[in-house]
């Protein structure tokens, strides 16, 4: 039968689940979520904690001195029941406080529902996540990151940042340094590679995706921002592209495929990523659209044309390439594999049989990648006529040597076929 232990257990987890649910459904109703998860269940949990404690930790042994120190106090139901009691309180009591914060701050609930859910499961993550969101806004609202850039060389601050994206990039950037301890500090592997080093190559990529994106949509004309296409850039981009991120992480940390996961519920999600990932490339598209018009900002030709061809690149390459692999039955690798499989340190392309993912980088990379040869040379011929023919060079041998990878990588042959 169960004890009294058992049932004051699952009283208290009762009482918690009220006040978590009046959080999360009834974020400013009357005040009601406020009081529930503010004070009162708080205050019912912390009553029972106390009581627990005056009786019997009299007899506790252990302590707090070492990790064996408090197993050992732990071992005493009463006094587990007690730590488990004094979770539930404080952690309920953290979860009114971040939505109280994040009313606040005028951040979105439907955007705190996912923290408030972290901090229900494992407290102290949900706390920095909602650190990683306010933070974020902040930067976006408060106008923070054009006070950065009036500190700056002169070049630099004459370039204008979509405030969004560049905010969600930053998150990013930072969500790189607990996946950076975590790889260093876990030794398991998933498929001969590192398990934090897919989520860590993602996070590094997205924000490198998110602050290129921030960099260009500025450069478009204000009626283009407004339209239906640029209002595309900000909210389709960056919530698909979290999400995948997040759950590349989840999988990660339970040492699990995130993608061709073949159970029931990884075929589901993996889906999911698959419309996620048509949509934030169909992004760069819209902006080459966008910059190819004649209201974007003046600047030279070719220039202008690099941005143009890098985006619309990204978005065909970047489509064409994604779902070659989404079909594929052997995942990103073609060919049978080998015992001894070399790949290439950190990205882990395959020196040995056909990989797709090289094609699928080059192909999201073109918005990076065009640009930068589009400066470089108008920076050295710095004539139209000329720097067009250059550029319309470079752009067709990069296509070519993506499609080169991609048909090397179907043949089974690595590395464009010359490896």
């Known amino acids: 039968m169960p004890s009294f232990f058992d049932d004051a257990f699952a009283l208290a987890g009762r009482l918690a689940i009220i006040g978590w649910l009046s959080l999360l459904l009834l974020p400013r109703w009357r005040g009601v979520s406020a009081a529930l998860a503010g004070w009162i269940i708080p205050a019912l949990l912390s009553l029972g904690y106390l009581v627990l404690i005056l009786v019997y930790w009299h007899g506790a042994e252990g302590g707090f001195g070492s990790l064996d120190a408090v197993a050992s106090l732990f071992a005493s139901k009463p006094l587990l029941l007690a730590g488990w009691v004094h979770y539930l309180a404080f952690d309920l009591f953290l979860g009114n406080w971040i939505l109280r914060r994040s009313q606040e701050e005028a951040i979105p609930h439907w955007l705190m529902v996912p923290v408030l859910i972290l901090t229900f499961l494992f407290g102290p993550a949900g706390y920095l996540a909602w650190l990683l969101i306010c933070t974020s806004f902040r930067l976006a609202s408060e106008d923070r990151i054009a006070r950065f850039q009036a500190r700056l060389p002169r070049w630099l601050r004459d370039i204008e940042i979509e405030p969004r994206l560049a905010a969600v990039a930053f998150a990013m950037t930072a969500l ?7 790889l260093g500090l876990d030794e398991r592997q998933f498929g001969g590679v590192d398990t934090w080093v897919k989520p860590l190559k993602f996070e590094l990529s997205v924000a490198f995706y998110l602050l290129t994106l921030a960099a260009f949509l500025p450069l478009t004309s204000e009626r283009f921002r407004a339209s239906l296409a640029g209002r595309y850039m900000i909210w389709p981009v960056i919530v698909p592209i979290v999400l995948e991120v997040l759950y590349i992480a989840w999988r990660a940390s339970r040492l699990e495929a995130s993608h061709y996961n073949a159970t029931p519920l990884g075929t589901a999600l993996y889906v999911l990523m698959g419309i996620g990932a048509v949509m934030f490339t169909l992004a760069p598209g819209f902006l080459a659209y966008g910059l190819a018009r004649r209201d974007a900002a003046p600047m030279p030709p070719v220039l202008r044309w690099s941005l143009v061809i890098g985006l619309a690149l990204t978005c065909v390459l970047g489509l064409l390439s994604g779902i070659v692999l989404g079909r594929n039955p052997g995942g990103h690798f073609v060919g049978t594999l080998p015992a001894l499989h070399p790949t290439i340190p ?46 319309g060079a470079v752009s067709a041998a990069y296509t070519g040597l993506t499609v080169m990878a991609l048909l090397a990588a179907l043949d089974a042959r690595p590395l464009l076929g010359l490896g």
Request: aromatic share 8%; charged share 10%; proline share 6%.
């Open 176 to 182: 790189a340094l607990p996946t950076m301890l975590a």
């Open 346 to 391: 950190l990205l882990g392309w395959s020196l040995s049989i056909g990989d797709l993912r090289l094609a699928h980088f080059l192909g999201l990379h073109a918005l990076q990648i065009i640009p930068t040869f589009g400066l470089l040379i108008w920076l050295a011929i710095r004539r139209t006529g000329p720097g067009m023919v250059t550029l």
